[in-house]
C-alpha cells in the first residue's frame, strides 16, 4: 500500500540513522545532507529509495511499532520493546482479551497491548497525570492516523477503582507503587487472570511482591530483567557490538488464585 498523507514513516540514510516523519503534503524533511519534500514520500510504495536535495539516498520504510516506540515523542518514560515483548508473552496476552494498563505514560505499551488483543479485545488505560494522558493520546493518534482505534479506552483517575468494574483478565501496571493495586486484583481480577508489574528498582519489586504473597491469592510469582546485546556480521568479522542495552526495569508477573486455603 503506498504511502499517504497522515502515514508515519522511517528514513534511513546511509550512515543507519532513522528518522521518523508523520508525512504531511506541505512539510519537508531536513537534515544534514539536505532536504526531502513529503510530498515526494506521498504515493511512494514502502521500501522505496529516494534522493535528497543534495543527491544522497535514504531507504523509505513503513516503521514497525518497535521503530516507532523508539523515535516517537514523548513525555513520560517509555516501556522499550526490549520489555514490551516479554510483557505480552509471560503475561500472555492474546486476541479477545480484556487488559487494564496503569499508567499510560506515553502510550507505548499501550499499541503493544491493543495489538496483541486484536480488534476484538479491549484495552483499558488508566493514566493519574493529565499531562501524560494527553501526550498518550497524540501518540496513539499518530499511529493510527488521527484516531484512537475502537479496542483502546483511555481514561484519568485511579486505577484500582476500574479494576472491580471491568474484571479484567490481564492487568499490567508501570506504577511507581503498583502494591496499592494488588487488593483491588485480589477482589476484581478473576481467578487464573495474571498481574504484571514494570518497576525500575529492586525496593519497588520486593515490597509488590511482599504485598502479594500477603493476600494469599497469587501463586507462580516471577521477577525477571532482560538484556539486549546487538551483533555486528562484516565478513568474517562477527561479534558482538561494544554496548548493549542493559537494565530498563523489573519485570514481575503473578496468577491469580483462589484464596490460599486456610486464610
Same mark, same amino acid.
Given at each position: 500500500?503506498p504511502?499517504a498523507a497522515?502515514? #508515519? ?8 540513522r $532513522?528518522?521518523l516523519?508523520h508525512?504531511e503534503e506541505?512539510? *519537508? ?8 519534500a $513529503?510530498s515526494e514520500?506521498?504515493g511512494?510504495?514502502d521500501?522505496t ?7 544522497? =539516498?535514504l531507504l523509505?520504510?513503513r516503521p514497525?511499532?518497535?521503530d516507532?516506540?523508539l523515535? /516517537? +515523542?514523548?513525555?513520560?518514560q517509555?516501556?522499550?520493546?526490549k520489555?514490551l515483548g516479554?510483557?505480552?508473552v ?6 479477545? /482479551? ?5 499508567g499510560?505514560?506515553s502510550?507505548?505499551? *499501550?499499541?503493544g497491548?491493543a495489538?496483541a @488483543?486484536?480488534?476484538n479485545g479491549?484495552? @483499558? ?6 499531562? $501524560?494522558? #494527553?501526550?498518550? +493520546?497524540? *501518540?496513539?493518534e ?13 481514561r *484519568?483517575?485511579?486505577?484500582?477503582e476500574?479494576?472491580f ?12 507503587e503498583p502494591? $496499592?493495586? @494488588?487488593?483491588?486484583?485480589? #477482589?476484581?481480577?478473576?481467578?487464573g487472570g495474571?498481574?504484571c508489574?514494570y518497576?525500575?528498582? @529492586? ?8 504485598r #502479594?504473597?500477603?493476600t494469599?491469592?497469587f501463586a507462580e510469582i516471577?521477577? /525477571?530483567e532482560f538484556?539486549?546485546?546487538e551483533?555486528?556480521v562484516s565478513?568474517? =568479522?562477527?561479534r ?6 542493559g537494565?530498563?526495569?523489573f519485570l514481575?508477573? /503473578?496468577?491469580k488464585?483462589?484464596r490460599?486455603?486456610?486464610r
Amino acid at each position: 500500500m503506498p504511502f499517504a498523507a497522515g502515514d #508515519a514513516a522511517l528514513l534511513i540514510d546511509d550512515q543507519g540513522r $532513522h528518522f521518523l516523519l508523520h508525512l504531511e503534503e506541505d512539510r *519537508t524533511f531536513q537534515y544534514h545532507k539536505g532536504t526531502v519534500a $513529503h510530498s515526494e514520500l506521498i504515493g511512494s510504495e514502502d521500501g522505496t529509495w529516494v534522493e535528497s536535495s543534495g543527491g544522497n =539516498s535514504l531507504l523509505l520504510l513503513r516503521p514497525r511499532l518497535a521503530d516507532y516506540i523508539l523515535k /516517537m +515523542r514523548r513525555g513520560a518514560q517509555v516501556v522499550y520493546p526490549k520489555d514490551l515483548g516479554p510483557i505480552l508473552v509471560y503475561a500472555d496476552i492474546g486476541p479477545g /482479551m480484556t487488559v487494564l494498563e496503569a499508567g499510560t505514560g506515553s502510550g507505548a505499551l *499501550t499499541l503493544g497491548l491493543a495489538r496483541a @488483543v486484536g480488534p476484538n479485545g479491549r484495552v @483499558v488505560s488508566v493514566e493519574r497525570r493529565d499531562d $501524560h494522558a #494527553a501526550q498518550a +493520546r497524540k *501518540t496513539i493518534e499518530r499511529w493510527h492516523r488521527g484516531e484512537v482505534p475502537a479496542n483502546i479506552e483511555l481514561r *484519568t483517575g485511579d486505577v484500582s477503582e476500574v479494576v472491580f468494574e471491568l474484571e479484567p483478565e490481564r492487568i499490567v501496571l508501570d506504577l511507581p507503587e503498583p502494591w $496499592h493495586t @494488588v487488593g483491588a486484583a485480589v #477482589a476484581g481480577q478473576p481467578p487464573g487472570g495474571v498481574l504484571c508489574a514494570y518497576l525500575p528498582t @529492586v525496593p519497588q519489586v520486593q515490597t509488590t511482591v511482599e504485598r #502479594a504473597r500477603d493476600t494469599g491469592s497469587f501463586a507462580e510469582i516471577e521477577i /525477571m530483567e532482560f538484556l539486549l546485546r546487538e551483533w555486528n556480521v562484516s565478513g568474517r =568479522s562477527v561479534r558482538p557490538e561494544h554496548s548493549m542495552v542493559g537494565h530498563t526495569g523489573f519485570l514481575v508477573f /503473578m496468577r491469580k488464585t483462589q484464596r490460599t486455603p486456610g486464610r
